[in-house]
Structures are given as C-alpha cells and as structure tokens.
C-alpha cells in the first residue's frame, strides 16, 4: 500500500508539473444576453403625460392611442420652454392635452425645427403638428389641416413710443427701414407684397426677430397679432402693436395627407367651441392675461 501510495504520488506530482508547463487555455466568452432592442426616443421629445380622459366620455374614442405632435418651442404663446423650470407650455400643450382628453390619447410633444416642420409631417414623421399654423392652398397641397381654431390678424410689432410710421404701406415708403420677420412663414410671404426682399431680414425663429427689434437692428416686425401679444407680456414696456390689420387668416392643426386624425380632432374642436372651452383658453394666452415675456423662455 505505500508503494502504491508512492506510486500515486509521484503521478499526482507529474500531473502537476504537466499542467503548470501547459499554455493557459483561451476562455471562451460568455454569450451576451440576448434583449430586445430599445425603443428609440427622439432627444427632444418631451415628457410623456400618459393616455387622457377616457372610453365612456369621449367624443371620438382612440383608446389611448399615443399622438406625435412637432411643436418648435420658441414660438410665444403657442409653444415655449420656461427658463426657470426647464417645463414646456403655452396654447398648443393646453390644447393638445384638452384635445387628447376628449379623444382617450396620449400627447406626444416633439421638438421640431419650423423650417423642415410641415414637410416633416407630409413625409409622415409626426402625427400631426401645431405650431400656430395658417391654413393656406399652397400647404393644402401637401398636408391637411383641421378645421381653424382661431383667425389672426398679421400686425407689426414695434418698439414702444415708435412714431416714425404707422402702416406698412409707411415702412415701404422709406428705404432706410428694415423689417423683420421669421423666414418660411406666410408673415414672410406678406413682407415681400410691400417689401423688397433686400430690406427684410428673416430669422430662423422669432424670438430672434423680436430680441433684433428691441435692440434696433429692425424697425418693426411682422407677426401674427396673436403672437404678438404673446413676446408682449412683460415686454410691455418695451413693445406695441401698431396699424391696422395687413392681413386675416385662420390657424390649424397640420396632419398627413388622408390621415384619420382630422376628423376626431376637428370633433373635439367642435365640442371645445360648444362648451366655451376654447374661448377660455384663447383668452389665457391671447390678451392681457398672459404675463410670460421672451426673457422668460428659452
């Protein structure tokens, strides 16, 4: 037994030195575990609400079906992020989620640059868009609208005090005065029937016309009277709307070609109409009542 245990031994011992000799055996990887891929989330989406109202009370039930809506976010008072809080807000939210409420859907909010908006919505990239739209023949070739939820009057807007014109037919007759707009918009479209194109300045949004006006680098801007009122706010002191009106349009939502949301949505339109909804909220950001000035958003 001792030799057998020698024996034993000196095959253990022999083993061992084998194995420590051996190049170390390459490990093999583990499998990944194997996921579903992620949803994607646009960076500038916001954050979601959830689906609102629900089956037993809405006008047109879309059982919670989520709604992407490209908004610009730099569009007073329709569309704005507060500085002071980093929260989106203004018209197009409140009315979008009262929109929603009476439908059982969920408001998605996306960030979009104006330029690209409307044929972002036609080549079918959002839902829909709102973003104080107006309704004309040329974008009908490519989109549809909702029916108009308000009719605004394109005004200018000037710095407070501002005697030197009080038309745009005034403006036109000076070739020292410049006036400032956002470019592709049909305020744009109107500048240039009395305008030169050489002394309108187009921006890429409208704070950046309105900040351009208060600094005098533009005599005065043509805007929607709505908007207008909205870049007021605390800026009353600085800002006025001036001269009649240069031109009337209606606002509306802006949908894909054929798309099936215009019908539930024009029907929560209505009911908002019937109730005195929309007049409430119409009022809340389109008079006086509303406070929040371009230095309070971003």
């Known amino acids: 037994m001792k030799r057998l245990s020698a024996f034993l031994s000196l095959v253990v011992l022999l083993a061992l030195l084998l194995s420590a000799c051996a190049p170390a055996a390459t490990p093999t990887p583990a499998a990944e575990p194997t996921m579903a891929p992620a949803e994607a989330t646009p960076a500038a989406e916001q954050p979601a609400t959830g689906c609102l109202g629900s089956a037993d009370k809405a006008v047109v039930d879309l059982n919670c079906r989520k709604i992407t809506i490209a908004v610009e976010n730099a569009y007073l008072p329709f569309n704005y992020i507060l500085v002071s809080t980093g929260e989106p807000g203004g018209w197009d939210y409140d009315a979008l989620r009262e929109i929603c409420t009476r439908l059982h859907c969920e408001p998605v909010f996306v960030e979009s640059a104006w330029d690209s908006m409307i044929q972002s919505v036609a ?130 939502f802006v949908f894909p070609k054929g798309s099936d949301l215009v019908e539930p949505v024009n029907k929560a339109l209505e009911a908002m109409k019937a109730d005195g909804t929309l007049d409430k909220l119409n009022a809340k950001y389109f008079s006086s009542e509303f406070k929040i000035g371009s230095g309070d958003v971003k």
Request: glycine share 8%; charged share 30%; proline share 2%.
């Open 123 to 252: 080549d079918k990239q959002y839902d829909m868009a709102a973003d104080g739209v107006t309704i004309t023949e040329d974008r009908k070739k490519i989109v549809d609208f909702s029916e108009g939820y308000i009719s605004v009057n394109q005004r200018l807007l000037v710095r407070k005090g501002e005697t030197r014109f009080k038309t745009i037919e005034d403006i036109a007759a000076n070739q020292e005065f410049v006036l400032g707009t956002q470019s592709n918009t049909t305020n744009y479209e109107t500048a240039k029937k009395f305008l030169p194109e050489s002394r309108i300045k187009a921006f890429e949004q409208f704070p950046f016309a309105v900040q351009a006006l208060i600094a005098g680098d533009v005599d005065a801007v043509i805007i929607d009277e709505t908007a207008g009122q909205g870049y007021q706010g605390e800026n009353a002191d600085k800002l006025e709307l001036i001269g009649p009106s240069i031109s009337s349009d209606e606002l509306g």
